[in-house]
């Protein structure tokens, strides 16, 4: 499996981005898809997620209310829609494919995109 993320960048606080993950050699729709984010100098933490059956939905607290994880099987993607960004929002956002761990850490994933650097201006 492989997951190539993009649509990070530069924005100011307030703005909105849409991050996308595309997956190949797997139907996204086999596994639970997740965003986590890397700040500098921090671990990386769990953002959402979205449940390969049912479709249910997690978000970190944070973001709960602005951020949106959506999946588009026909186009075997999946999607982070940001909206009133803040500085605090500003990592490397990281897209994982994986099964029902029991838990959003990063232990024990397997599957990672390589990361797209989302940087929100104040």
């Known amino acids: 499996v492989q997951l190539q993320a993009c649509g990070g960048g530069l924005v100011q606080a307030g703005g909105s981005l849409r991050l996308s993950c595309a997956v190949s050699g797997q139907t996204v729709s086999s596994y639970d898809m997740g965003w986590f984010r890397q700040a500098p100098g921090e671990e990386r933490t769990f953002v959402a997620a979205i449940r390969r059956s049912g479709g249910y939905t997690y978000y970190t607290d944070s973001v709960k209310g602005r951020f949106t994880i959506s999946r588009d099987n026909a186009k075997n993607t999946v999607y982070l829609q940001m909206n009133s960004l803040k500085p605090e929002d500003t990592a490397v956002y990281y897209c994982?494919?994986?099964?029902?761990?029991?838990?959003?850490?990063?232990?024990?994933?397997?599957?990672w995109g390589q990361g797209t650097l989302v940087t929100v201006s104040s």
């Open positions: 994982n494919a994986d099964g029902d761990l029991g838990n959003w850490g990063t232990s024990g994933r397997r599957y």
